[in-house]
């Protein structure tokens, strides 16, 4: 099944963050080039780094999930003001064409739809995902660093 995670850094060296968790995964079959990107909400903060990555896994959401959590753990990312600044930030955008609606996971993400940073990466990998016009109506600046993998 296909599935897409989308991680973001805008903590240390983040570069190395996302080099480090895209390492760690299982299954890659691609990996977007790195977006810089401004905060979207949260307090004041740095810029992030940005990038999708494309898994061909059998994993459920939820394994997505707890793999995605381990990773930001990994990475010195504690508990803290939601929308803050992280090195690490792991999100389960995508798996298959599976819906879930629970606490703490929903899948297709909700808010990926109004996020530049996460569809300008996202339409590298799977242009057919992403119609122009949602790209075009999402929110937050986003400047293309190119290929760092």
């Known amino acids: 099944m296909r599935a ?27 990996v977007s080039p790195v977006y810089e990107t401004g905060p979207v909400g949260g307090p004041p903060q740095g810029r992030y780094l940005n990038a999708v990555v494309e898994l061909a896994t059998e994993r459920s959401p939820r394994q997505l999930l707890e793999m995605a959590k381990e ?11 939601r929308f803050g600044p992280r090195p690490l930030d ?18 297709p993400h909700p808010r990926m739809w109004h996020r530049r940073f996460v569809l300008a990466p996202l339409a590298d990998l ?24």
């Open 4 to 30: 897409f995670l989308g991680l973001g850094s805008n903590l240390g060296d983040r570069e190395a963050q996302l080099r480090t968790a895209v390492a760690a995964l299982p299954e890659v079959v691609a």
């Open 71 to 81: 990773l930001e753990r990994q990475a010195g990312r504690l508990p803290g003001e």
């Open 90 to 107: 792991v999100d389960v955008l995508l798996v298959g064409d599976l819906s879930v609606d629970e606490g703490d996971l929903v899948v």
């Open 126 to 149: 799977a242009p057919e995902l992403v119609p122009a016009d949602a790209l075009e109506a999402s929110q937050g600046d986003v400047r293309h660093l190119g290929d760092r993998w």
